[in-house]
């Protein structure tokens, strides 16, 4: 059972666009929910991170929001570049459990 | 701040031989670290999460005589695929984290096993 979907699987975006990743979760004893970048062969990279009792985080190009109520949290990437194409990675934490749990992931392509 | 090693970076063994991937993070102290496995274009999936000096806690359907892990230290975890076969070939990733920040997880760049 997928405790957090994520969609779209895959997205494109031309350059200075805004590219956008949603995620839904069903859990509520999660309360940590960081986005990770990975390229190719290469290990995720935390990005941001919020916890549920903020509605929006910012950080550079990159804004998380979450909405408690809706239990759904979203990467907003501002002015998309080539270099961001990448695969994003939603996922949350649960304290007692003590794990991440991983959203499918979602393939960007930013053309130039 | 806050980087993990991994090595190798690539494995190529023959079936039924054991492969040792070696875990560090090199500018912090890591309390616990955890063992994911991920195969193409595919979520990673949590194998174990082992804290310094405990036993490793295992992911429900991983075998634990078939991948050991061991936390001897602060900085260095490994995991042993013992008599690894073909199905055991994956990108498998650790990621570790600090005493009161356990849920801020820094990855490995991952090390990808081949088994022949």
């Known amino acids: 059972q997928q405790q957090v979907k994520q969609s779209p699987q895959s997205l494109i975006v031309q350059k200075g666009g805004i590219s956008i990743i949603n995620c839904a979760y069903e859990?509520?004893?999660?309360?940590?929910f960081p986005w990770y970048q990975q390229f190719p062969g290469k290990g995720p990279a935390l990005l941001i991170a919020i916890r549920p009792d903020v509605s929006e985080k910012k950080e550079g190009r990159f804004t998380i929001s979450f909405n408690k109520s809706a239990k759904q949290f979203s990467l907003h990437i501002m002015d998309s570049q080539p270099g961001d194409s990448a695969t994003y990675f939603c996922?949350?934490?649960?304290?007692?459990?003590?794990?991440?749990?991983f959203g499918e992931g979602t393939q960007l392509t930013v053309n130039p | 701040g806050a980087v993990v090693s991994q090595h190798p970076s690539r494995v190529i063994c023959k079936s039924g031989t054991s492969v040792k991937i070696e875990c560090r993070s090199l500018?912090?102290?890591?309390?616990?670290m955890f063992w994911y496995r991920q195969f193409p274009k595919q979520s990673l999936m949590l194998m174990a999460t082992s804290n310094e000096g405990s036993k490793a806690t295992y992911e429900q359907g991983v075998e634990k005589d078939k991948f050991l892990i061991n936390h001897a230290s602060l900085t260095l975890s490994t995991l042993t695929v013992t008599s690894a076969h073909p199905e055991d070939s994956s990108f498998y990733i650790c990621s570790a984290s600090a005493r009161g920040y356990i849920e801020t997880q820094y990855f490995g760049p991952g090390t990808r096993l081949l088994v022949l």
């Open positions: 996922a949350a934490w649960e304290t007692s459990g003590s794990r991440l749990t």
């Open positions: 500018d912090f102290q890591a309390t616990t």
């Open positions: 859990n509520t004893a999660f309360d940590y």
